[in-house]
């Protein structure tokens, strides 16, 4: 066996460009598994979304997603601040109840207005994977197609009127997007 | 040799009288000794003369014999030098010749180059008809010491356990993405399996192929460059033959001999596919060579059998033996094991070039992955970074172990490595593949057929071309998928499933389409870094910061990695406990790694870092399509495709990527099958009834089911539109078609379905009899225009019965008049008052519950936007109170307009 670390060893300095074609990678979902998890630290939710200190952090998933899998992996044994994380899986608009975050996935794009009317003004940050026009139509983060400028869009109007504080630094990283005029 | 040791034997027999005079001790052990020697019981001698030499050194017959020894045991030849040197010394004239043969043999083994050749000398001298024997071995020499003199600076490894044991591993053959690699212990009929996974092989599996016992010869041949056909030689001393069979998840239940092209009443041995199937390459002693065997190639013919064997020629094939072809996915280069040739001692690996359509050149592989022992079954990854093979290099005549060398080499080819899956839940199939060149249009010889038990196949490609993949898979209509290769100077790895599943209404029991979802994952990431995201770097401050961060994207893999690693003997027992494929056990990813490396980008703004991460994730593309069944008619044609000599009707899965591309081929009006998708499609995909109670509107319970699953359909495909024709008995009831009609719109209105999907119609028949009349009859059709893209609300019922609006009206005309296919009729001679509540550039998706229920609801464009109005009014004071109950009810803006002979006026 020492031998064989050796070998690796002198593998890991040697053979690095062939490690970058062959090493476990990130996936995109790996990505904005990790995104969504640091939204949790760098956005502030209304002190009444936690109805009891022990009350856990909500993350539900509207639609069939591959985040999901990579949520429960990635979220093991994770907590937000002392609270812990319960993530679900919902098909339905009217399932989505009251999460800290919902997850839009991609084939929930004919129903965005849907979602956002359904969410009222109920603190929840309604993260999109990808969708067209999701903050312009009331959706608070969208992540944006492999290799933009920018990782996501935030439409912070849609966060103030979800009583949702996103950090400064979020918001620095990201493309900022306002709803549009029109509105049902 | 044996002969020569007997005649030792009695030479120093007796000389064994001068020892006698020593101590009884001495004299036991001495006897003890060459007892043991002059039966030839040389393991058993060797340590015994060991201690006799130990206490008595200076002996030069105890010293000659335990080099004797040394030279008969398997292992550690090369010990015997000191000991037959020190004998030589002793007494050079009582040396018979065939010492100096052994010594020079010793001395060429241990890399002594100038004291074998020396020695080779002194024995031609003393055996003058051992001339041209002893020639040839001073020319290898020289090549021996040529190599040495140009060793290669490469990393050479023994791959240690559970691949190499004490016994002997031989043939070893790595599938081309080197995740599995084949091996027959020698003196042993069994064939076993190893897995490569994070750069570990993994625990072995011995392969089952049942009736080997019925065979003296069992040798395993080679394996195809997926791994999913292995080749087998059987057979006894007099003739052996090849033999081929699918690999099915470690069994293999049946071996197929090949034809007579291959097989002779010869010896045939080792066997390599090209990886397009095309041409096999095997070795034969047949009669009609080079010498001994040689290499001979077979291509398969148009009915797809292997045709005539041809030999080599001269170039590759020598008066010596050339075993184990293996050919390379460059297919340039092939490469095989040689006695003859430039070898510098025992086999050699070569390796032939062949270009301008023959074999031109052949060159040894170079010291150290040929060394003076014996090297055999070389083959390397389709990459070309790493190559194995056996060797007894280890100071060990009889023992062979597997060797990996670290190749530098870069080979730009595009492996792509595949899963077709079908069904639902989706399971391996039977399928068929066939490649066409978009380049000469002419379809690839070999099908690709993916392993029925896996649904895997593998493919490779040289770079710079564009491919198109049939897919024909049992019960599926066949598909186009396009394999866009760029013309990359690396190499590059697509992972690839293909999966195939029926689309169906299950409250209706029909199967009314197929999909097909394609999912490609790339694993680029050094082209990535090298010319991506160089070159589209924002600026200079970036530049720099570049550096640094691909320093932190290594650490992170190396990160990944070494986690990998320390699990990796976890994994180990794990297999060896449950049997399983270490394919199927992947170590966990540090989540904790990338999880603190973006809250540290975040934290300090830093987007570049989250710019390099993101391209250096995995990208995975999917692309889907459904297909759907046109009930008119049932035999429908698929889009032909022209390739030089064939047509192929298959369905043409693009890529966005490729639209475009497509689009500019369209211009140039080469293909056909590009020009037929702008054709409009519209076709029937299925239909059924809504039965109702007589005189009633209301949807009877049993139908939720159905209409909720259309409605679902429709929302998953926007390619699908519905007719809801509501119908009644006119004496009874003009308007109970209409609210028929309109109950079933708003049922799937309520299901989340977009109504511009819907049209309504409403329809009688005083004809028919009255059950006929009292139902509601859907069809969905499939479009590939929007069919009623500008009536938003396709309501469109008259309310005289007679009257049935058309499906299609002209779209055009709606500019800056009422479009005539909204609720409520207008027509071009009206007049009103109705209230405006909002205006887009685009047609807007309504599903708001409060407008479905609207009576009226106005769609028009006018100065380029569409306008929503509700309601229809006589007089300007109605409006107005309708408006103002609307402000209260949030629409803020709401105001009066005016309609005079269906135009709006200011």
Not at chain 2, 344 to 360: H, L, V
């Amino acid at each position: 066996m020492n031998r064989h670390k050796l070998t690796y060893g002198l593998l890991v300095f040697l053979g690095l460009l062939m490690y970058k074609a062959q090493a476990q990678q990130y996936t995109e979902y790996d990505l904005k598994a990790a995104y969504i998890y640091n939204f949790s630290k760098f956005i502030k939710w209304p002190d009444h979304s936690f109805p009891q200190d022990t009350s856990s952090f909500q993350i539900t998933i509207l639609g069939d997603s591959p985040i999901t899998e990579v949520l429960h992996k990635a979220m093991k044994g994770r907590k937000v601040g002392s609270r812990d994380i319960h993530i679900r899986v919902v098909h339905k608009v009217e399932q989505i109840g009251s999460p800290h975050i919902l997850f839009v996935s991609k084939n929930m794009q004919k129903i965005i207005p849907n979602i956002v009317k359904q969410c009222g003004n109920k603190p929840i940050l309604i993260v999109g994977d990808v969708l067209d026009g999701f903050c312009q139509s009331g959706g608070v983060i969208n992540f944006t197609p492999k290799s933009s400028k920018f990782r996501f869009e935030i439409n912070n109007e849609a966060a103030q009127h979800f009583n949702l504080k996103i950090s400064s630094k979020l918001l620095a990283l990201s493309r900022i997007v306002t709803s549009d005029e029109i509105k049902f | 040799m044996r002969k020569f040791i007997i005649i030792i034997g009695i030479i120093f027999l007796g000389l064994s009288s001068l020892l006698a005079q020593n101590s009884k001790d001495q004299k036991t052990l001495y006897k003890t000794t060459q007892e043991a020697f002059n039966k030839e019981q040389f393991g058993l001698a060797l340590p015994l003369l060991l201690k006799y030499d130990s206490i008595y050194h200076g002996d030069y017959v105890i010293k000659y014999q335990i080099g004797v020894c040394y030279l008969n045991t398997e292992f550690e030849r090369t010990k015997a030098i000191p000991y037959i040197e020190f004998a030589m010394k002793s007494d050079r004239t009582a040396m018979p010749s065939e010492v100096y043969k052994d010594l020079a043999e010793l001395y060429h083994l241990d890399y002594r180059i100038e004291e074998s050749a020396k020695m080779y000398r002194s024995y031609q001298r003393l055996e003058p008809s051992e001339k041209k024997w002893v020639e040839k071995q001073l020319f290898t020499l020289e090549t021996a010491k040529i190599l040495l003199n140009d060793s290669l600076n490469i990393q050479i490894e023994n791959i240690g356990p559970p691949v190499n044991t004490e016994c002997s591993e031989i043939s070893p053959y790595i599938s081309a993405d080197e995740s599995m690699m084949y091996y027959q212990e020698k003196d042993s009929r069994s064939f076993f399996v190893a897995y490569y996974k994070n750069d570990k092989w993994y625990q072995k599996t011995k392969l089952d192929i049942p009736n080997l016992n019925n065979y003296k010869v069992v040798r395993f041949a080679g394996i195809s460059p997926s791994g999913d056909q292995i080749f087998v030689q059987l057979g006894d001393s007099v003739n052996t033959d090849l033999y081929y069979g699918d690999n099915l998840l470690k069994t293999c239940n049946q071996l197929d001999r090949f034809n007579d092209h291959i097989n002779s009443k010869y010896h045939e041995s080792s066997v390599s596919i090209s990886p397009d199937g095309s041409t096999l390459y095997f070795s034969s002693d047949r009669p009609g060579g080079f010498g001994g065997y040689d290499i001979y190639a077979c291509r398969l013919d148009s009915n797809e059998h292997w045709g005539k064997a041809e030999n080599l020629g001269p170039v590759v094939n020598s008066e010596a033996d050339e075993l184990q072809p293996f050919i390379h996915p460059s297919l340039g280069k092939l490469y095989f094991s040689s006695n003859g040739h430039k070898t510098m001692g025992g086999f050699d690996i070569f390796e032939a070039f062949f270009y301008n359509n023959q074999w031109q050149e052949v060159k040894n592989v170079g010291y150290p992955i040929n060394t003076t022992f014996d090297e055999k079954g070389y083959s390397i990854n389709a990459k070309g970074s790493a190559a194995y093979w056996s060797s007894s290099r280890n100071d060990q005549t009889l023992h062979y172990d597997v060797y990996k060398v670290f190749l530098k080499e870069n080979i730009p080819l595009t492996l792509v490595k595949g899963k077709v899956l079908a069904g639902d839940p989706p399971k391996p199939i039977e399928a068929q593949i066939q490649v066409i060149d978009k380049a000469t249009h002419t379809l690839l010889k070999y099908v690709y057929n993916p392993n029925p038990k896996t649904g895997n196949y593998l493919l490779i490609f040289p770079p710079g071309k564009d491919y198109d993949m049939v897919v024909r898979a049992e019960g599926y209509k066949p598909y186009i998928i396009n394999i866009y290769l760029p013309n990359q100077t690396y190499f590059y790895e697509n992972f690839q499933e293909i999966i195939l599943s029926p689309i169906r209404v299950n409250s209706l029991g029909a199967t009314i389409g197929e999909e097909i979802k394609v999912t490609n994952t790339f694993y680029d990431i050094y082209s990535q870094q090298k010319d991506s995201t160089i070159s589209t770097s924002v600026d200079s401050a970036t530049d720099k910061k570049y550096d640094q961060l691909l320093q932190l994207i290594e650490k992170l893999i190396i990160t990944t990695d070494t986690l990998g690693l320390s699990k990796a003997a976890y994994v180990t027992e794990e297999i060896e406990a449950t049997g399983n494929d270490p394919q199927m056990l992947e170590p966990e990813k540090d989540y904790d790694y990338l999880f603190g490396l973006i809250e540290e980008a975040i934290e300090t703004t830093d987007s570049t870092a989250l710019r390099v991460l993101d391209e250096n994730s995995i990208n995975h593309i999917t692309y889907q399509l459904r297909y759907f069944y046109d009930i008119d008619q049932m035999n429908e044609q698929l889009p032909e495709r022209y390739i030089l000599n064939d047509t192929i009707f298959a369905i043409n899965l693009l890529s966005d990527q490729l639209k475009q591309k497509q689009a500019l081929i369209i211009e140039n009006e080469n293909h056909k099958i590009e020009s037929e998708k702008l054709k409009l499609i519209k076709k029937r995909i299925t239909e059924c009834t809504i039965q109702f109670e007589k005189d009633k509107a209301e949807i009877t319970p049993q139908y939720y089911e159905r209409l909720s699953e259309l409605a679902q359909l429709l929302n998953h495909n926007p390619n699908l539109y519905i007719r809801v024709t509501g119908f009644a008995q006119s004496k009874e009831d003009p308007n109970l078609a209409i609210s028929r009609a309109t109950e079933v719109r708003q049922y799937l209105a309520d299901q989340n379905l977009d109504l511009h999907k819907t049209v309504t119609e409403a329809n009688y028949n005083s004809a028919s009899s009255l059950k006929s009349n009292q139902k509601v009859e859907i069809v969905i059709f499939e479009s590939n225009k929007a069919l009623y893209a500008d009536g938003v609300f396709n309501m469109a019922v008259k309310l005289n019965p007679n009257y049935t609006i058309e499906n299609n009206s002209n779209p055009k005309q709606a500019s800056n008049s009422v479009n005539s296919n909204e609720f409520g009729s207008v027509d071009a001679q009206s007049s009103f008052y109705s209230v405006q509540i909002a205006a887009g550039s685009n047609l807007l998706g309504i599903k708001d519950p409060f407008f479905r229920k609207q009576k009226a609801i106005i769609v028009y464009s006018h100065n380029g936007l569409y306008k929503y109005c509700l309601g229809r009014f006589a007089n300007h004071e109605a409006a107005s109170q309708y408006k103002n109950e609307l402000r209260k009810k949030g629409f803020g803006d709401a105001f009066v307009v005016q309609f005079i002979n269906g135009k709006r006026v200011e």
